[in-house]
């Protein structure tokens, strides 16, 4: 499926006006939004595009193909490339979160429908794997992290199923793992598993480590009147960005009191976008 740019007229809406010679795209992704600030910007002289996916530079790759040499693709995790940007920045991009690429690649382990390998690492080279997670962490810390990333209540029950069947024999794919959850979980609208795949994603990714590490180096990096941005799918993560937010305030003004979501029209035609948050601030 060809993934969406969520919140991109807002997003435009936060740099309209900047001048914006250098920005930091950390989550490149496909490239939807790297192409319509570029196409908005045509004083942009260094657009820096940051996905620890190899894949998805290759599909930004020929997206971007037309800005050339001004498109420079950085591979590794946003944290620390935009602590290793030479110079400021006018402006600072993060959208996190799946790709629409990276969960209709079955064989990677992000989707629970069909049956793959315990995966999710979004770096095919990171270190982590979800299988590690699901088979060598003690159950306290299972539940720790099924109940604070996945906000799922009933994590103790589910962190015990899991301890319970790897003893019999390791869990190796999703298919499994849904199995063991599936009886114990909390029933809701959602699938059974849909919380518990999240928490692990965000484990084994280090989702909410590099959200906070890489704000703070955002705002540190910042030209003066240089603004950053942050996309965020959960309350969790949002918490997160208002807090490093809040915390910079001698250092930032903040452009968004309340998180700004999609409109209804975007939320019909884009169903991913149902749960996105928008947040900006700028460096004084
Ligand atoms: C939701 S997609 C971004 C889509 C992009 N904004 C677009 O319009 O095409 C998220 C992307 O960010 C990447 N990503 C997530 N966390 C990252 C991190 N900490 N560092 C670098 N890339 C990251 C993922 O690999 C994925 O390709």
């Known amino acids: 499926m060809k993934h969406i740019p969520v919140l991109l007229r807002e997003v435009l809406e936060v740099f309209a006006g900047q001048n914006l010679r250098t920005f930091f795209d950390g989550t490149l992704g496909a490239g939807g939004h790297a192409k319509a600030i570029l196409e908005a910007h045509p004083e942009i002289e260094r657009y820096i595009g940051c996905d620890q ?21 950085v591979r590794g995790q946003y944290a620390e ?23 209709d690649e079955r064989e990677r382990g992000f989707s629970f429908m069909g049956d793959a390998p315990l995966d999710m690492r979004m770096d095919p080279e990171g270190e982590l794997t979800a299988a590690e997670v699901v088979n060598r962490y003690p159950e306290k810390e299972l539940a720790r992290i099924i109940f604070e990333y996945g906000e799922e209540r009933r994590s103790r029950q589910v ?47 280090d989702e909410l480590g590099q959200l906070e590490r890489g704000l703070k180096a955002a705002i540190e ?64």
Not at 81 to 103: H, K, P, R, T
Not at 173 to 191: D, F, M, N, Q, Y
């Open 81 to 103: 490339q935009v602590a290793a940007v030479d110079g400021c920045i006018d402006g600072f991009l993060i959208d996190i979160g799946v790709s629409s690429m990276q969960f």
């Open 53 to 73: 996916d190899p894949r998805a530079h290759s599909i930004a790759k020929e997206v971007l193909s037309p800005w050339g040499k001004k498109v420079e693709f």
């Open 159 to 205: 962190a015990k199923a899991i301890v319970d069947a790897r003893r019999k024999r390791p869990i190796r794919t999703t298919g499994e793992l849904v199995e063991i959850i599936k009886p114990v979980a909390t029933r809701g609208k959602l699938h059974p598993a849909t919380l518990v795949f999240q928490a692990l994603r965000i484990e084994v990714n």
């Open 221 to 284: 990096k910042s030209c003066s009147g240089g603004r950053v941005a942050a996309i965020s799918f959960h309350s969790l993560e949002d918490r997160i960005v208002k807090n490093v937010f809040r915390d910079a305030k001698d250092r930032v003004k903040i452009l968004t009191k309340k998180p700004i979501g999609p409109t209804a029209e975007e939320i019909r035609a884009n169903p991913r976008s149902r749960s996105s948050k928008l947040r900006s601030c700028e460096k004084i």
